[in-house]
DNA sequence: CCTACCGATCGGTAGG
DNA sequence: CCTACCGATCGGTAGG
C-alpha cells in the first residue's frame, strides 16, 4: 500500500534526523526536505512531529521486549541466561541503531501521558535484567554484588558503546559476542 | 554568603535547564525566567545562546583533563593507576551531574568550529584510557582484550551510569569505588 | 502532494 | 536590567 510505504519512509528519515540533530532540532522542514516533499504534505501521512517520536520510542520498546522476555523465561542456566538476554538486546541495537539512539536519547521530548507511560515501559524492562542478576546470585551463579547496579552497569556499557559505532554488519556479531561476553564474563561470574 | 556573578548564575541554571530539556528545546525565554530577568537581559552577560554551551562542554572538558592526565602521568602499577584514573572522571561527573550531562550529550548543537575542536579533544581523552588498557596488557598486568572495546566499554558504563541517579553526597563516594572497582576487576585483571 | 498562509515563538538588537 | 521590537522559523491548517 503506497501510503504505508510512504509512512515508513517518513520514520525511516526521521529516525535518522532525530538522531544526528536530536527531535528539538529537527524541524518538520528538514524532514520534509530529506524526503523531497514540502512539510505541509507530511501531514497527510502523520498528525504530528511527536506521533513520529512516539512510533520510534513505543516500537523499539516492543521490540526490546520481544526479543529479551522470552529468553528470560526460557530454562537456561543463570549465565547463560543473562549472555543471551544481553545479546538480544545488543542485536537489537544492532539492527535498528539509529531508532535505539531516539529511543535511548529523544524520549524525554514525549508529552504527557506518553512520558509517563514510557517511563514505566522503561521500568519494567530493566527490571528483566536486574531480576536475571538476583536470580544468578540467588541460585550462587553470580558472585554477590548489588544486582541493580550491576544490572545498570551492564545495560548502560552495552547502549553507549553502539553509541558512536558504525556497526558494519561484518564485525557486528563478533562485537557483539565481545562485548556480552566481556560483561557477563567480568562482571558477573563467581 | 557570597552571591555569585550573574554571568555564573546564568551557567548554572542553563546547566540544569539543558540538561533536563536538551539544549535545542531550552529557549533564552526558559533560561531567563529561571533568573527572574527579561530574556533581553541576559545579551548584558552572554553574547549568545551558544556561547553559553561553548562554556559548559570546554569547561567540562578541562576538569576531565585535570582530573585525569596527572594519574596518567603517576607511577602507579598498570591496575592501580587505571582504577584511579577512572574514579578521578568519576568524581568530576558526580561532582558536576548537570554539567557532565550536556558535555555528554550536547556538544553536538556546538557550530563550527567549536564543533571540530571538540571532538578532537574528545578523542584525545578517551585515548588516555585507552592507553592506560594498553600499557596494563602490554606489561602483562591485564588479559590480553582489545584496549579500545574495553577502554570505551568502561568509560560507556561509567558514563550511562550517573545519567539516572541523583548522586547525593552520602552514598557517592562509595557508589564510585563500587563501579571503578567492579569494571577494573571484572573486565581488567588477568 | 501543493500553494498559501496562520499565530506562536525563536535568538537577538536598539536604546535608554 | 527593562521596554519595544525585529526578521526568521517553528508546527500545523485550509483548500484544492
Given amino acids: ?17 532525530f538522531r544526528e540533530r536530536g527531535y528539538s532540532a529537527t524541524s518538520m522542514r528538514d524532514l520534509a526536505d530529506e524526503l523531497g516533499i514540502e512539510a ?22 516492543e521490540s526490546f521486549f520481544a526479543a529479551v522476555e522470552p529468553v528470560t523465561l526460557s530454562a537456561l542456566d ?4 543473562l549472555q543471551s538476554a544481553l545479546e538480544a538486546h545488543l542485536r537489537v ?40 542478576v538476583e536470580e544468578g546470585i540467588a541460585r550462587d551463579s553470580f558472585k554477590k554484588m548489588d544486582a541493580r547496579v ?16 558504525k556497526t558494519s554488519k561484518s564485525d557486528g556479531d563478533a562485537t557483539i559476542q565481545q562485548i556480552a561476553e566481556l560483561l557477563v564474563e567480568g562482571l558477573i561470574r563467581r
Same sequence: chains 1, 2.
Fill in 40 to 61: 505541509a504534505s507530511l501531514y497527510n501521512h502523520i498528525s504530528s512531529k511527536e506521533e513520529i517520536l512516539q512510533g520510534i520510542c513505543f516500537g523499539m520498546a
Fill in 78 to 81: 543463570p549465565k547463560a541466561k
Fill in 93 to 132: 541495537i544492532a539492527e535498528n541503531s539509529d531508532a535505539s539512539a531516539v529511543f535511548l536519547h529523544e524520549w524525554r521530548h514525549l508529552g504527557e501521558p506518553f512520558l509517563s507511560d514510557f517511563k514505566l515501559m522503561r521500568r519494567r524492562y530493566e527490571k528483566l535484567f536486574v531480576t536475571l
Fill in 150 to 165: 550491576v544490572a545498570r552497569t551492564i545495560l548502560s556499557a552495552t547502549n553507549w558503546t553502539f553509541e558512536s559505532q
Fill in 1 to 17: 500500500m503506497k501510503t504505508l510505504a510512504r509512512k515508513d519512509q517518513i520514520r525511516l528519515k526521521a529516525q535518522m534526523l
